[in-house]
């Protein structure tokens, strides 16, 4: 993690060309990033809370609580690191494997599981708890400013380390605007590599997704907007197991001091399982459940600059 | 700068009751009505303040112009940015020159700036007289508005290029750039003659 931020803050001061592009980073979405950063010198302060909810059965909730501290190492280069911890409360969520056939479901059985209970955990009990997941380092490097350039270009990679899973993910944001920067286009087509501990070792998964959000600053300090999310599963970051999409508005407030976002997202009933585990355990009325996805997502954010 | 006066729509403003009008132009939603308190903002300096900054000394005789759709598109044309109002508060100058005040659409609420004109259509001095941003205070720096001293409508008026951007303000000092730019067209389509 400390090489990865050694090696970048030189090659950014190397490549660093002494002109200013930066604005404040403030999020006018709450899932898809545009190319504003943090200006040099100048750092921001950001609460994340999102809530996402019910899965095939039972009930199913979970709270992420991210607490990020954002600095503008140059006007093109921010760094960041975050906490991630959670809540969870589960309840019959996930279907069980028929003992007879392991790779079908027993149908109308369910048990308490899911990737963010604990392993171990009897699943035949409600499980509610409280998890420490990782802490994330964040680095983006801003090529082509929207402001100045036919579009903005910018860079994104970010290991995280917690004591079940490492990851790493690395982002490519684009950025369009126009009607004198009140419409705002972002595009971010992300990949992400997941080692999960398992008892024989670790677990790897591969995501290819992408967002994109379309805003506009409807009056002074208000944004509305509707943000778009394709997730793609990779088991082994080889076998492609299913595809979800989800929709839904966000309204954002940008003031001097601080600024807030606040995001729904909907899964749509059009996910596609590819894998035949996921044909039978994760798809079900068109939506995509298992271990990555719920049906509703509620994102609010936070930031305040100095 | 100058004292900060608070003002808001029902005060001297046709500039922030413009604002709202403008903005609702836009998409009127009900909600609008209810955030619209927003507009009200800290004013840097007011009409009279920014007048006697730039021309000392000077009366004032308000000329306000009413652009025809021709000559918005003529301004359009010739700057290359667009024209988000009809009207243009222009005061003309005892002993020659123009008094303009404008505003255009910064990072979060508009900013309203003000710009001198010489008799012979050069700029004089450009004046901001609010901007609430997070960024970019420099903006108001005496420093950063000098570049726009003596420019014309034959100035390139780009940033990077004639005009120096503020780091973390590049929204805002298009903005302005574009803003000037406009005006000095303006200057040549419905002012000169």
């Avoid at chain 1, 093109?76 to 079908?104: E, G, M, S």
């Amino acid at each position: 993690m400390h090489h990865h931020m050694k090696l970048r803050v030189s090659l950014a001061t190397v490549v660093l060309l002494g002109v200013s592009t930066a604005h404040a980073h403030e999020a006018i979405f709450s899932w898809t990033y545009t190319t504003d950063l943090t200006p040099k010198g100048h750092g921001e302060f950001e609460q994340w809370v999102t809530t996402r909810w019910e899965k095939e059965h039972g009930s199913y909730s979970v709270v992420d609580f991210r607490e990020e501290f954002e600095y503008g190492v140059t006007d093109n280069f921010q760094l960041a690191i975050y906490l991630n911890h959670h809540y969870v409360n589960a309840n019959d969520d996930i279907p069980v494997a028929d003992p007879a056939h392991p790779k079908r479901v027993l149908p109308g059985v369910f048990e308490t599981g899911g990737e963010d209970v604990h392993a171990g955990h009897n699943p035949a009990k409600p499980f509610d708890s409280y998890h420490f997941e990782s802490v994330s380092l964040e680095g983006i490097y801003r090529l082509l400013s929207p402001y100045k350039d036919p579009i903005g270009l910018a860079l994104y990679f970010e290991p995280s380390v917690g004591d079940q899973e490492t990851e790493l993910e690395w982002k490519i944001l684009l950025q369009k605007n126009w009607l004198e920067d009140r419409l705002v286009w972002a595009l971010n087509v992300n990949y992400e590599l997941e080692y999960e501990k398992e008892d024989d070792g670790y677990e790897r998964d591969g995501m290819f997704e992408w967002f994109t959000g379309l805003s506009y600053r409807f009056v002074s300090n208000w944004s509305a907007g509707l943000e778009f999310w394709n997730h793609h599963e990779f088991a082994d970051a080889t076998v492609h197991e299913h595809s979800a999409y989800f929709l839904g508005p966000s309204i954002h407030y940008g003031g001097e001091r601080w600024w807030a976002t606040l995001g729904f997202l909907h899964q749509l009933p059009i996910g596609q399982a590819f894998s035949q585990d996921n044909k039978e355990f994760a798809a079900h009325d068109g939506y995509i459940f298992g271990d990555e996805h719920e049906k509703y997502y509620v994102r609010f954010r936070v930031g305040i600059n100095f | 700068m100058s004292t900060k006066n608070i003002t808001c729509a029902s005060e001297s403003g046709s500039t922030f009751s413009r604002t709202v009008k403008a903005e609702f132009a836009f998409i009127a939603l009900p909600v609008s009505a209810l955030i619209a308190p927003s507009a009200f903002a800290v004013r840097y300096l007011t009409v009279d303040q920014a007048q006697q900054a730039i021309f000392p000394a000077k009366s004032f005789t308000a000329a306000p112009v009413k652009l025809t759709s021709v000559q918005r598109k003529s301004i359009e044309q010739a700057s290359g940015v667009r024209v988000l109002h009809d009207e243009q508060q222009v005061w003309r100058v005892s002993g020659g020159g123009w008094f303009i005040v404008d505003e255009v659409v910064g990072k979060h609420e508009f900013i309203t700036y003000a710009v001198g004109l010489n008799a012979d259509g050069s700029v004089k001095q450009i004046e901001i007289m609010d901007y609430r941003e997070t960024y970019g205070g420099q903006i108001r720096d005496q420093k950063w508005r000098a570049q726009f001293v003596g420019k014309t409508s034959k100035a390139t008026l780009k940033l990077d290029r004639d005009i120096k951007n503020i780091s973390g303000a590049t929204l805002s000092c298009r903005h302005i750039t574009d803003g000037v730019k406009r005006l000095l067209a303006f200057y040549e389509i419905g002012l000169k003659h």
